[in-house]
């Protein structure tokens, strides 16, 4: 794999070779990501090629590991495996230690005292990990170490294959988990297995679904493989890949009295430094519709230039896109409704109307960003009821269909079952194959922890949450907070699912958060306390419960 994505090989005809070549650096510079449907169509018009070399240079590109054919999708991206990312770790350490020995020989004066500067503010930086800036600190002082270590070696194609390697988009999905205290790190990648012919560690038996994780998560099995394993217990470490992704700063506040900027950027530190690594920061929506959210643009400012995680940005339109990507964002959530009563009151058009702002976002976005689609009232809607499964399942195909990129079911008032839950992302799953879905829960009666365990045990690869169970919609009447991040944290954890999230800091992100609005922490756990102290499969300092505070006035 690392070969085949290093260098490019030697094609048959020119048109063909040029059209593999650009298909190759498209693929390594992140333009089309691991599961991404590869359009014969849309590359051309991406790359600027005719799209028989296209369909060639797809075939070949196959035939290297770097694209797959999938039954009624086409060619897609191979999704990255555990085994790739050590590969590319391996060879990384390989040319680092050749650069040092050339280093040792080849340095000069000033250069030595630049490597002893580096290591020594790394030294600095490791006892402030608990801190953001210290974690960001200390990703800068490394990078400055191994810069001067390839400077000092005088070798241009060394320096070339070393940042050809730190920028494979594969490494930096894997760097980006390693994080401050409590989280994913180095060593909890798989470790080597017994060595084959030629050094080269031999492949796993196990079936390629269960090999292909990043580090620091574990795989979301399908269907009902969690039955399979037998009853869930404490500890066990349950082999499950998913992403709690969280949406306090949007979904939380936007229903709230405004928020300053940088109260909003002390609730983004407090929830990364409890080891969330995937936000929806903000959304670009009308200010006059949306108070709470009128300051996107700055918040953005503040959080993406620094920010170590994965930062997302809600939109409705295509107006919204635009700011949103000229803000910095790479990830946007367009979210239209699946009924059209909800639709016209949300977004002020059609759900067709949508929909085609949709492709247009897509298009317009290009290989700059990734956009994902979100299915509103998913479950049901205020203005009409339940909603058709059908409807939902035709809408999602549509979505992939206008270009999506992943899909996301949002339980807008809290009214799914969790058996419809489990239903409804098993179906949209068999429709999607390699397709990311999460859902987006709201508790309004009481039933989305529920239903996000029936949502993992169908296989969903992420599910949303905001501390404290802050949230809801100001279109929907009756939609009140979000499941709370840190009842599912909590329950996952003893459970044996390892979320790499610290219980005690998420609390303390709930408790600013919900200071910050007036309102007290409404989860479970934060009221109650983890269970038994914090002492069975919660990783927490111990339980002391959140005392509520003096509720604020939700906005009308």
Request: charged share 25%.
């Amino acid at each position: 794999m690392i070969s085949a994505i290093l260098y490019a090989m030697p094609g048959r005809g020119h048109g063909v070779e040029h059209a593999e070549r650009c298909i190759r650096d498209a693929i390594v510079e992140g333009r089309y990501r691991p599961g991404e449907r590869l359009v014969e169509q849309r590359i051309a018009q991406d790359l600027e090629l005719s799209r028989t070399p296209v369909r060639e240079a797809l075939r070949r590109l196959e035939a290297d590991g770097l694209v797959r054919s999938e039954p009624n999708r086409g060619a897609t991206v191979r999704p990255v495996t555990a085994e790739d990312i050590l590969d590319v770790y391996e060879l990384r350490a390989l040319l680092e230690s050749h650069a040092a020995r050339r280093a040792a020989t080849r340095a000069g004066p000033e250069q030595v005292a630049r490597m002893h500067v580096a290591l020594a503010g790394f030294d600095r930086a490791v006892p402030a990990v608990s801190t953001i800036e210290g974690v960001r600190e200390l990703h800068r002082c490394n990078e400055a170490f191994h810069v001067a270590v390839v400077e000092a070696a005088r070798d241009e194609r060394l320096l070339r294959m070393l940042r050809r390697t730190v920028d494979i988009p594969l490494v930096f999905q894997a760097f980006r988990r390693f994080r401050a205290p409590g989280g994913p790190a180095v060593q909890r990648l798989p470790p080597p297995g017994p060595r084959g012919r030629r050094g080269r560690r031999s492949r796993s038996r196990r079936p390629a679904h269960d090999r292909a994780h990043p580090p620091g998560t574990r795989r979301a099995v399908a269907g009902s493989r969690l039955r399979d394993r037998g009853p869930l217990r404490p500890g066990r470490g349950l082999d499950v890949n998913l992403v709690l992704r969280d949406v306090t700063l949007r979904d939380g506040l936007q229903d709230e009295v405004p928020v300053p900027t940088a109260a909003k950027v002390e609730i983004f530190d407090a929830v990364v430094a409890a080891g969330v690594v995937d936000v929806e920061l903000t959304s670009f929506v009308r200010p006059d519709r949306v108070p709470a959210l009128a300051d996107a643009a700055e918040l953005s400012a503040r959080v993406l230039p620094s920010s170590p995680i994965a930062c997302s940005a809600l939109v409705l339109n295509r107006r919204g896109a635009e700011l949103a990507l000229g803000a910095g964002f790479e990830r946007l959530q367009f979210v239209y409704s699946v009924s059209e009563p909800h639709n016209e009151r949300n977004a002020g058009r059609s759900v067709e109307a949508s929909r085609t702002e949709l492709a247009g976002i897509v298009s317009d976005a290009g290989a700059s960003a990734r956009i994902e689609a979100t299915l509103a009232t998913a479950f049901g809607c205020p203005h009409v009821g339940p909603v058709d499964p059908a409807v939902v399942l035709d809408e999602a195909r549509r979505s992939l269909d206008s270009g999506a990129a992943g899909l996301g079911l949002a339980d807008t008032v809290g009214t799914a079952t969790p058996a419809e839950t489990r239903n409804l992302v098993a179906a949209v799953k068999d429709l999607s194959p390699g397709i990311p879905v999460g859902v987006h829960l709201h508790d309004t009666r009481g039933m989305a922890l529920a239903g996000a365990l029936a949502a993992l045990d169908a296989g969903v690869d992420r599910i949303d949450g905001a501390v404290g169970g802050l949230g809801g919609c100001p279109f929907a009447p009756g939609a009140s907070g979000n499941l709370p991040l840190e009842d599912l944290v909590h329950c996952l954890d003893a459970t044996g699912v390892d979320t790499g999230i610290d219980l005690d800091l998420l609390l303390d992100a709930a408790r600013i958060a919900c200071a910050r609005v007036g309102r007290p922490v409404a989860s479970h756990v934060g009221v109650a306390g983890p269970r038994f102290g914090g002492t069975a499969g919660t990783g927490t300092r111990g339980a002391t419960p959140v005392r509520p505070g003096r509720p604020g006035t939700r906005r009308s």
